[in-house]
């Protein structure tokens, strides 16, 4: 498993979903747990998107990378010392720019559990969760669906909120089955669009895999989700099969999937209202100069 990026750990996941985590991959960790520099969230307070600016931690001087050192070691075959950041608490705070009173304050926690076995030494797993954060998680998406009121139906508006509610209080499963029904709408939506064209193969269509289906849909989908089979390997699952870390963990990136489909319908529809306000201009030019 990859360990998500400092962003999506800051802003996508829920509370709760620990990522395991080990030898080099504890540099993107540190990324995380040392996070700097500026970011673009939606602000509770503004009520709009905004860029907030890292408060940064002090970073020790041992948990910066040494890509030179790395480099040297690997030609001489030494094996490279990792990091070792303590099990602790660890938080990330930043200023929205428009306003320094407005904050984003996320906690991280670093934990290990030692695996009884008879090797020397014991096996030792490290994991890192969030653990808190203000905004909550509902506050911060439920505020940011609504930008989606126009694109989506009302029954899959509620059913987006309420999959976040549940995600926010760590109902894994729960959370993912309303994105997999918004999903699953959505792809079904450009399914109903793409067989009016007279070359649409319904039958191969009705045997394939989620996977296969949206590759088929491609011409109609963003193309994100084409290139990205794997967020689609839970969607086959019954729901039976499902755990609530698995659902968590996936939570994020079918949120994501969800959210592109409905940023370019956004975005199409803010064309077509210009295009609209535009021949407005263009025929009252017109009657204007005539006149
Ligand atoms: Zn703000």
């Not at 009173?101 to 030494?121: A, M, N, W």
């Not at 009302?154 to 209080?169: D, F, N, P, V, Y």
Request: with cysteine; glycine share 6%; aromatic share 10%.
């Amino acid at each position: 498993m990859t360990i998500p990026k400092p962003l999506e750990f800051l802003l996508g996941l829920p509370l709760y979903a620990p990522v395991a985590y080990e030898g080099e991959q504890v540099w993107d960790v540190l990324e995380v747990l040392y996070f700097s520099g500026t970011y673009d969230s939606f602000c509770v307070k503004c009520k709009r998107e905004s860029t907030f600016k890292v408060s940064a931690p002090h970073r020790p001087d041992e948990y910066k990378r040494n890509y030179v050192r790395e480099k040297w070691e690997r030609q001489h075959g030494v094996d490279s010392e990792h990091p070792l950041p303590p099990s602790a608490v660890y938080s990330v705070g930043a200023n929205c720019t428009r306003h320094e009173s407005h904050r984003q304050d996320f906690l991280f926690f670093i934990d290990y559990q030692i695996i009884p076995s008879d090797s020397d030494p014991p096996i030792v797993k490290w994991s890192i969760q969030k653990i808190g954060q203000q905004p909550s998680y509902g506050d911060l998406h439920l505020l940011q669906v609504k930008k989606y009121t126009h694109v989506l139906s009302k029954a899959q508006l509620g059913e987006l909120t309420r999959a976040i509610g549940l995600a926010s209080h760590d109902v894994g499963v729960g959370a993912y089955v309303y994105l997999r029904r918004i999903f699953e709408n959505l792809v079904e939506e450009a399914h109903v669009v793409a067989k009016e064209a007279s070359s649409w193969d319904e039958d191969s269509y009705s045997r394939c895999r989620m996977g296969e289906k949206i590759s088929m849909l491609k011409a109609h989908l963003p193309t994100f989700l084409v290139e990205h089979p794997g967020m689609y390997s839970l969607l086959s699952k019954g729901i039976h099969e499902l755990s609530e870390d698995e659902c968590l963990k996936h939570f994020a990136t079918l949120r994501l999937g969800i959210e592109l489909i409905l940023d370019e319908r956004l975005e199409a529809r803010e064309r077509a209202n210009k295009i609209a306000a535009a021949k407005a201009a263009i025929q009252k030019a017109v009657g204007d100069a005539g006149a």
